[in-house]
């Protein structure tokens, strides 16, 4: 007579080594939380946050969503010195 197989019994190694975070299925990151996901996924295995459609391929960098605030620093510091120039050379020629 065959044995059945316990219902709660953990997921085997050949399933690991396909559907594992290193797996080349879960080659897409999740935008929230940088997690790896399935292309395909529709929600996030780590966050659970909805992914809505195509999840980027790697995680993001340290700057994401930081540029915005160096490019307007950038900004400011180039005006401020162009803006300094005439007052520099005005009080020179005194």
């Known amino acids: 007579m065959p044995t059945r197989r316990d ?6 190694e050949s399933d690991l080594d396909r559907f594992g975070e290193d797996s080349p299925m879960a080659d897409a990151r999740c ?3 940088g997690g790896p996901v399935w292309s395909e996924a529709d929600v996030c295995p780590k ?8 999840a980027p391929r ?4 340290p700057f994401a969503g930081k ?7 950038a900004l400011l510091a180039a005006m401020l010195t ?7 050379q005005a009080f020179l020629r005194r």
């Open 31 to 33: 935008p929230d939380c």
């Open 47 to 54: 966050c659970f946050a909805y992914l809505g459609g195509d």
């Open 82 to 88: 162009l803006a300094g120039i005439p007052v520099v």
């Open 7 to 12: 219902p709660d019994e953990g997921p085997q």
């Open 58 to 61: 790697r995680a993001p960098g």
């Open 67 to 73: 540029w915005r605030v160096i490019v307007v620093l």
